[in-house]
């Protein structure tokens, strides 16, 4: 989502707010801005282009205090006069210099009431956003104290929100808040900085204080200050967080999403890290003593990580034999529902930060349900130091706003989980928990050797990208990636697709299959495997064009209206990890051919700390 950055120092800090601007690009953004306090008074450049454009702006705008941001619009066009930061000049001061200078994340619920209000009061707005009322309001309530001024006006917000602000009246003070949103406070020598994610700072400091729900800090030159939600000062610990320059680089790929796809290998090997047996243990200390006595299991996701639950679904159940039900996040927070205290709560996020995720989370915990478990590949994220037990995934930095190895590792880790919860209720025999480990480790051999379809597989998508529709078709295990399938594609090549099981295509679906409909198959040599040879004779029989991605031994052969690209090997269970590898790669090279802007879709965000 959008991206902040400040910093209060004895030095040029603009080099440093564009350059972490730079690193948050991968989260999606329409515009991009800094602020600086310079020669006595507040000046800004805002861009609706990249942050490469903004950066040639800056060249001569040198400040020692100052914020920037990245902007995914909400409340606004992305247009300049909506771009961050934000000034407030006083009421009815058109023509006089600003005071406040801000920048903000989340949606604040109650603005149009503030709205109201400031401009009875004689404030002029320039912008159609919730967050020009936060700048106005502060304005407004600053009696020559900005710390202060901050800590009243949050008091008054409804919603989500991430803030940095400075005053020209107070140089070398930048002051943040945060409520729903991340925030994270870097610590320098004689400087200081602040940032939405620690990566941002990457090369300046790896010293990152995580501020909590509420806190307000204040920002000086050798003094950091936090007040908690009720006002009282508080510490906050600080971490020594690793930098990520090098994750971040591109090397030889065209795309940060193709290099992605390529680390999964990688990636895998890393999460699954040499595990010698499948343990509670490998979830938290908490685990020995929960995982024995849980009686179902509530997975909590959104978008991508959703679909890695509802496949963990069919293994929970399989291999554990418990009832798993999994919930769009954004529904179940806002639905009346049936809570179980003795229900392990599962939360799957890649970034841990993801808004309706946590919101989630903390429903359940508030319906008594306190065996919380979160999968996530950040691990000094909000949703880990939130949950009481953890898995972290670990994929590395994902900049490619559509998941790939996040993805794929989640559905290590849920798989893992699954064999964990039937060891610990006995459930798990020797020879099963061997033969899964076995799995696991060929995993990383498994997927290389799927990549390797790479070029039969760009064939294909020359075809794909001619199309403006799509069906996917997957049965059992493999439904959900199905789904995973055609979300990829939709998300980087715009092409409408649409996922089902294969046996609801006589339902509904089938009045679309026409010879102008490609309709991907996954098709593993499981149970159900002539089930869906059925139902692919359906989509022939209407003229529809099959592309299948069989396992070697399904005896499906091309033919005419059939193209077949055959998987190396059957996995097992770990089945969907490898098929989901190919509907990568074929949304990928079909974005590269349509000429989209495959790392960042349009209206699309990295981490959605939204709601």
């Not at 440093?16 to 602020?35: H, N, T």
């Not at 989500?160 to 003070?173: G, K, M, N, Q, T």
């Not at 799927?450 to 059992?476: D, H, M, Q, W, Y």
């Not at 055609?486 to 046996?503: C, D, F, M, N, R």
Request: a negative charge.
């Amino acid at each position: 989502m959008c991206g902040i950055v400040g910093a209060v120092a004895q030095r040029n800090i603009v080099p440093v707010l564009v350059e972490g601007l730079r690193r948050l690009e991968y989260r999606g953004y329409d515009s991009c801005g800094v602020a600086v306090h310079a020669d006595g008074e507040l000046r800004r450049a805002r861009s609706v282009s990249r942050v490469a454009e903004l950066d040639a702006q800056t060249a001569e705008l040198p400040g020692f205090t100052g914020i920037a941001h990245t902007r995914w619009a909400t409340h606004g066009a992305p247009t300049t006069l909506n771009a961050h930061p934000h000034f407030s000049a006083g009421p009815g001061a058109a023509n006089k210099g600003a005071r406040i200078a801000l920048v903000h994340n989340g949606i604040i619920e109650n603005y149009e009431e503030l709205r109201r209000g400031l401009l009875d009061a004689g404030y002029v707005f320039d912008s159609q956003t919730d967050t020009e009322v936060i700048a106005h309001l502060i304005d407004q309530l600053y009696e020559g104290d900005l710390f202060d001024a901050v800590q009243r006006a949050v008091r008054r917000l409804h919603g989500a929100y991430a803030i940095a602000v400075f005053c020209r009246d107070e140089p070398h003070r930048v002051v943040g808040a945060r409520r729903g949103s991340p925030l994270v406070v870097g610590l320098g020598r004689n400087e200081n900085f602040l940032a939405s994610d620690a990566l941002a700072l990457a090369g300046t400091t790896d010293r990152i204080i995580f501020l909590e729900e509420g806190d307000v800090v204040d920002l000086q030159l050798s003094r950091v200050w936090i007040v908690d939600g009720e006002g009282r000062p508080v510490e906050r610990p600080a971490r020594t967080v690793p930098a990520y320059s090098n994750a971040v680089e591109l090397g030889p790929y065209r795309h940060f999403m193709q290099k992605e796809i390529f680390e999964q290998p990688r990636a895998l090997a890393d999460t699954i890290d040499d595990i010698a047996e499948i343990s509670p243990a490998l979830f938290g200390e908490a685990a020995a003593d929960v995982l024995p006595r849980v009686d179902s299991v509530l997975i909590l996701a959104c978008g991508t990580s959703f679909y890695a639950g509802c496949t963990a679904r069919y293994w929970i159940e399989s291999i554990a034999g418990l009832p798993t039900t999994v919930e769009i996040a954004s529904e179940y927070r806002y639905r009346t529902s049936v809570p179980n205290p003795n229900a392990l709560v599962v939360v799957v996020s890649q970034s841990g930060e993801t808004a309706d995720t946590l919101a989630a989370l903390r429903y359940a915990k508030s319906l008594d349900m306190h065996r919380t478990l979160a999968v996530c590949n950040v691990a000094t994220s909000a949703m880990v130091r939130e949950t009481a037990m953890q898995f972290i995934t670990r994929a590395g930095v994902e900049i490619g706003v559509a998941s790939t190895k996040a993805f794929t590792t989640q559905l290590a880790a849920l798989y893992l989980l699954a064999n964990a919860i039937a060891k610990a209720q006995g459930r798990l025999s020797a020879e099963r928990e061997h033969a899964a480990i076995r799995r696991l480790r060929h995993l990383p051999v498994a997927v290389g050797s799927v990549l390797a379809l790479e070029p039969a597989i760009i064939a294909c998508s020359e075809t794909f990208a001619r199309k403006e529709n799509a069906l996917f078709l997957g049965r059992g295990l493999h439904y959900p990636i199905a789904l995973e399938g055609a979300l990829k594609l939709k998300e980087i090549s715009y092409i409408h697709a649409e996922a089902y099981p294969a046996g609801e295509l006589k339902h509904g679906p089938l009045a679309l299959v026409t010879e102008a409909m490609p309709v991907v198959t996954v098709a593993p040599n499981d149970a159900l495997l002539e089930k869906l040879k059925s139902n692919m004779q359906e989509v022939r029989a209407r003229g529809g064009q099959l592309y299948v991605f069989a396992d070697a031994d399904t005896r499906i052969d091309s033919s005419e209206g059939i193209h077949v690209i055959r998987l190396p090997e059957h996995y097992g269970d770990l089945s969907p990890i490898l098929h989901v590898v190919p509907l990568q790669l074929l949304a990928y090279h079909t974005a590269v051919s349509r000429g989209t802007d495959v790392d960042k879709p349009r209206n699309l965000a990295k981490s959605v700390t939204v709601e």
